[in-house]
């Protein structure tokens, strides 16, 4: 399975998908830390990503909303950091949830680990989630959550060239 630049497979109840992106792992793990930073790419085209707590740490949460700028249709999600290596690894529980970080009961809990790697100038980042069971994953295959996420490293992407393109005109 692949969509576009990110190569994606399943194993069992994991889903694994890897992108290569043109940015030292530093900015790469950065990005997906800083609450400034994430949400100017986290997301699908067409929603926009709000963090109301960012706490990268064991046991810290992230807790954020996104938004379709189309109709307005909100998906609210938590994340629970489990281990953080700083520009290594991060591993964290994630769920579905509502607006006052209560988990939605019935739908899927995924366990997911990022790993950071660098390769030459570039950043490898292979992301593996596991479900609880097969059929949760073909769950959230079902809800086009791959399409989502390869769509949200394709703005990770995009936000990381023009972060490097202003670093060099001397914007920050």
Request: hydrophobic share 30%.
């Amino acid at each position: 399975m692949s969509t576009k630049g990110t190569r994606t497979r399943t194993e069992g109840r994991e889903l694994i998908m890897e992108r290569i992106f043109e940015a030292p792992k530093e900015l790469v793990y950065e990005a997906h830390v800083s609450p400034d930073r994430i949400n100017r790419w986290w997301g699908p085209t067409g929603w926009e990503t709000h963090s109301y707590e960012m706490a990268v740490e064991p046991n810290g949460i992230w807790h954020y909303c996104m938004r379709s700028s189309e109709d307005g249709q909100e998906s609210w999600g938590k994340a629970t950091y489990q281990e953080v290596v700083p520009t290594e690894r991060l591993v964290y529980e994630d769920a579905f949830a509502d607006q006052y970080g209560n988990e939605l009961s019935g739908m899927p809990k995924m366990l997911v680990q990022l790993d950071f790697s660098e390769e030459s100038n570039q950043t490898k980042l292979t992301s593996r989630t596991r479900f609880e069971s097969e059929e949760e994953l073909q769950k959230i295959i079902d809800m086009q959550a791959v399409e989502g996420m390869s769509e949200t490293y394709d703005r990770l992407a995009e936000y990381l060239n023009d972060l490097q393109k202003n670093k060099e005109e001397g914007q920050s």
